[in-house]
């Protein structure tokens, strides 16, 4: 017996998650590139208008996907906020 695929509720819980994530990152580049690729992914992961609901084990990877960069962009924020730098211009 396979388990559900993920709700809506699901991924849209884990999208802000990604978001808030991303915003972890001390240097802007990075701040924004992370909230950038995030954003881009799930557009380019959306089905377009018309076309059929996507499979359950599709769906399933995709959110296990999701899980899997949350976890990367959070090691990857912490890391960043330690060896910090001096804010750029853009920031002040």
Avoid: W
């Amino acid at each position: 017996m396979t388990a559900p695929a993920p709700t809506l509720a699901q991924f849209r819980s884990i999208y802000r998650s990604l978001m808030r994530a991303g915003r972890g990152f001390h240097a802007y580049h990075y701040r924004t590139y992370a909230q950038r690729r995030v954003r881009d992914a799930f557009r380019q992961a959306h089905p377009a208008q018309g076309e059929a609901a996507a499979a359950p084990e599709v769906l399933t990877a995709r959110y296990q996907e999701c899980q899997n960069t949350l976890g990367l962009i959070q090691r990857q924020a912490l890391i960043n906020r330690l060896y910090s730098t001096e804010p750029i211009v853009i920031e002040k």
